[in-house]
């Protein structure tokens, strides 16, 4: 029995001596961490809320905000905020960025109200920031105090027209833009909107905006073809949540709380929103046609005029209304597919109206967009550049409303079948697209929606 138990106690020892042996040679070697390494840098932190609206209110405020454009063209400031602003409630404002990820320091901001606001309680407005150095701004955001704390609801918008190193003009999608500046109510005048984009594609117009509210269900199965090809591209207006917006142009007559459902703010943003991608936008109503009358299309008019006034960025072109009245038989364009589509026939629109020049007369705008800073309905407020009054003779607008406060007598009219000269092709294009929008029946009359 001695003999076991000196075994067993040698054993015991032995395996102490090897446990401890161990355990010395693991605490000497180096510990290798083989887990994935945090990264390198600050967590990111911004931004948080991005808008996808197009009309964002601003937070702890009455203003909205409709968008941010890189906008380097004013010395000094780099970032241009459109906004509609409570004129009577304007407070400093500081511009916060997100810096790839990161958090900005806070910089002032410069509030710059539109001169044109008829009257009304709200104005399209601009706020300039500048972005402090060493930042790669993406998103933008307003405080109301100079310093970093920012609420979990603050709202982020995306910064476009990012810096493109001067070679915008190399890079432009498009020749011609058009902007319809709002669509609100019932409207529903599809063959004149059918007529008025087949017009200007054959002008050679690109791409057609348009800011809608509301229309019509005809006029909208028209558009979604539109969108769908690309042709027209619909920005949502629902300015009707936001405010009460006047179907008028002066708050003394018509009353609300914006001009003609903030008419301004969407021509505004509809020319920022093409500065980077079109050479021309036109400005214009959609019962509207922009006409060359020495030109087949609008590039060679804009060639012609601007070699002969190459420092012009604001082209004005006269309005000339067509009012709708009846013509002899052999002058009515009689389209059997077109009976039953909702709206008139701007083919029949051929005596117009000769303005009288010894009162204002409205024009409606070509422009450079790289020209125009701030624009109001018939005239740029703010420009980079000349205006040149273009003589009616080389182009003037076919201006074909669905009514007019008062007939001109006949003797004052004088006939013009300037449209008359694209009917050949502009028949079977409207045609095509009502068809496709499912609005022409196969045998002629429309579909009865």
Not at 43 to 62: G, Y
Not at 100 to 108: F, H, I, R
Not at 310 to 331: D, Q
Request: hydrophobic share 35%.
């Amino acid at each position: 029995m001695g003999a076991i138990q000196v075994k067993g106690k040698l054993f015991f020892s032995l395996l102490t001596i090897t446990f401890l042996f161990i355990l010395t040679i693991t605490m000497r070697i180096p510990r290798v961490d083989k887990s994935i390494p945090n990264p390198r840098g600050p967590a990111r932190t911004c931004p948080f809320n991005i808008s996808d609206q197009t009309i964002t209110p601003l937070t702890n405020t009455k203003h909205l905000l409709v968008s941010a454009y890189m906008d380097q063209r004013v010395t000094g400031l780099d970032i241009r905020i459109i906004g509609i602003f409570r004129r009577d409630s304007i407070q400093p404002l500081h511009c916060l960025f997100c810096c790839t990820g990161q958090l900005s320091k806070t910089t002032p901001a410069t509030i710059l109200q539109h001169s044109d606001h008829f009257g009304f309680p709200f104005a399209t407005t601009d706020v300039m920031c500048q972005i402090p150095q060493h930042c790669k701004a993406t998103h933008v955001t307003l405080l109301p105090q100079q310093d970093n704390a920012i609420l979990p609801e603050q709202i982020w918008l995306p910064i476009r027209n990012q810096k493109t190193d001067g070679k915008e003009e190399k890079t432009l999608q498009f020749n011609f833009t058009v902007c319809i500046s709002n669509l609100f109510g019932d409207y529903n005048n599809v063959l004149q909107f059918a007529q008025s984009l087949e017009m200007y594609r054959l002008l050679g117009v690109n791409r057609v905006v348009i800011y809608n509210t509301s229309c019509g269900p005809d006029l909208n199965r028209l558009l979604q073809s539109y969108i769908q090809e690309g042709f027209v591209e619909m920005i949502p207006w629902p300015i009707d949540q936001h405010l009460n917006p006047s179907r008028g142009w002066l708050f003394s007559q018509h009353g609300g709380d914006l001009h003609y459902f903030g008419q301004l703010t969407t021509l505004n943003e509809c020319i920022y929103r093409s500065m980077e991608r079109s050479r021309y936008v036109l400005l214009n109503d959609i019962d509207e046609i922009i006409m060359p009358y020495q030109h087949d299309s609008l590039m060679p008019l804009m060639s012609m005029l601007k070699q002969q006034h190459p420092n012009t960025a604001v082209f004005l072109i006269e309005n000339h209304i067509f009012p709708k009245n009846l013509l002899n038989k052999s002058e009515k364009v009689l389209v059997p597919q077109w009976e039953g589509v909702p709206g008139f026939n701007i083919l029949e629109h051929i005596y117009r109206e000769e303005p009288n020049r010894k009162i204002y007369h409205p024009h409606k705008l070509i422009v450079q967009p790289r020209g125009v800073e701030q624009t109001s309905v018939h005239e740029v407020i703010k420009i980079f550049g000349n205006t040149f009054k273009v003589p009616p003779d080389v182009c003037r607008i076919i201006h074909a409303p669905i009514s007019i406060p008062t007939m001109p007598a006949p003797e004052k009219l004088h006939k013009d079948t300037r449209l008359w000269d694209f009917k050949e092709k502009l028949i079977p294009h409207v045609n095509m697209m009502l068809r496709r929008a499912g609005l022409l029946h196969p045998t002629g009359r429309a579909d009865s929606l």
